[in-house]
C-alpha cells in the first residue's frame, strides 16, 4: 500500500471515479483520526483539531492554505477559537476522490 501523505493529488475531472466503500474504509486506515460523514448527499472526510488558542489555530489554517493551494485541491475549514474543523471532499465529482484521503494525510503531517 502506497503511504498517502508522501502522494500528490492527481487531476480530478468531472466524471473521475469515486472512492467506493471498501477503498474508503481501506484508506481511513491510515487516517484513523477521521470520520467519514455524509452532508446532503456528499460522502466528506472530517477532523476536529484543537489549539491553545485563536492565533495558533489561524497559523494552522494558513498553512493548511499553502499545502491546498500546492495540490490544487482545497478544503473546507472552520476556524474558531482553539479549534479547527478541516472537510476534505472533491467539489467536481460531489464526492471522495483519492485526493481526499491524499489531502487529510498531508493535513496530519502538519503537525509532526
Ligand atoms: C480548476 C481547479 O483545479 C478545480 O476547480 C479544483 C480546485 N480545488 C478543488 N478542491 C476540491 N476539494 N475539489 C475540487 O473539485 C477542486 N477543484
Not at 17 to 34: S, T
Not at 68 to 95: D, F, Q, R
Amino acid at each position: 500500500m502506497t503511504t498517502l501523505s508522501q502522494d500528490s493529488c492527481e487531476a480530478c475531472r468531472i466524471g473521475a471515479p469515486k472512492v467506493d466503500d471498501a477503498k474508503a474504509h481501506e484508506l481511513l486506515q491510515q487516517i484513523p483520526d477521521w470520520s467519514l460523514i455524509e452532508v446532503d448527499g456528499i460522502k466528506q472526510l472530517q477532523r476536529q483539531y484543537k489549539f491553545k488558542n485563536f492565533v495558533t489555530a489561524m497559523a494552522f489554517a494558513n498553512q493548511l492554505a499553502d499545502i491546498a493551494e500546492a495540490e490544487g485541491h482545497h478544503p473546507g475549514m472552520l476556524v474558531e477559537w482553539g479549534k479547527v474543523t478541516v472537510t476534505w471532499w472533491s467539489h467536481s465529482i460531489k464526492g471522495l476522490h483519492r485526493n481526499d484521503f491524499v489531502m487529510a494525510a498531508k493535513t496530519d503531517r502538519l503537525l509532526d
